[in-house]
């Protein structure tokens, strides 16, 4: 961490855009944050939950995003990126909501907030080659009323084992996992996983058939 180059966004829109990028002398605009990580010294990004970096840029690969946080292929988020509440369009909402539907302001502003992490927590994973660690730096994250509201395949990986740790035990079972990560594998290795032969593709599409010809019988 001593070597890593630090990088924060800011709410100076123009600020944030000259720690982002850079015209270089062949005039090809690049990330500074990428460059960092391409030439092997690294980087951590600090960025804001709702802000710039987190709504409009992807980071795959080893460029990996950290929301409020970032550093090589791991996201952490710092807090719930609860959205402001004294907004008089939320509040109007909000009231439309609760007399039209029925729902709760907390019930609203709490899957809101978890829709919003999900999709910061996302921009690390950009398609199937993509891996990355991702820390959710919030006891308030182990309380089913929260992870409830987060996506199903999230909700997955938030194992016993995973859940309420210590840094000190954060840190071993993220060596353990990028370890595991970095070692080489083939195509194959993904077959049934992230990858689908032709055959297994007929044969989903043969299960999906006949569950809909059961639901119309």
């Not at 855009?17 to 980087?43: N, P, Q, T, W």
């Not at 019930?107 to 999900?118: G, I, P, Q």
Request: proline content about 2%; hydrophobic content about 40%.
């Amino acid at each position: 961490m001593k070597s890593k180059l630090l990088f924060i966004e800011t709410n100076d829109a123009l600020e944030t855009s000259v720690a982002l990028e850079k015209i270089d002398r062949l005039a090809h605009r690049m990330f500074r944050y990428v460059d960092a990580c391409d030439s092997g010294r690294g980087a951590c990004l600090f960025s804001v939950a709702r802000g710039k970096v987190s709504e409009g840029i992807d980071f795959s690969h080893h460029l990996v995003v950290i929301i409020l946080f970032i550093i090589g292929r791991c996201v952490i988020m710092l807090g719930i990126p609860y959205v402001y509440t004294e907004s008089r369009i939320l509040r109007a909402r909000l009231e439309y909501l609760r007399d039209q539907f029925g729902i709760k302001e907390n019930d609203f502003l709490t899957f809101d907030a978890m829709r919003h992490t999900a999709q910061c927590m996302g921009r690390a994973l950009r398609g199937k080659t993509d891996y990355g660690l991702m820390i959710f730096a919030d006891k308030r994250f182990s309380r089913q009323d929260k992870r409830g509201k987060l996506p199903r395949w999230m909700q997955e990986y938030l194992e016993p084992a995973s859940t309420n740790l210590s840094i000190d035990e954060a840190v071993q079972l993220s060596r353990r996992w990028l370890t595991l990560m970095a070692q080489p594998f083939t195509k194959s290795d993904q077959l049934g996983i992230s990858l689908l032969t032709s055959d297994m593709l007929s044969a989903k599409a043969m299960k999906k058939f006949e569950r809909v010809v059961e639901h119309v019988d």
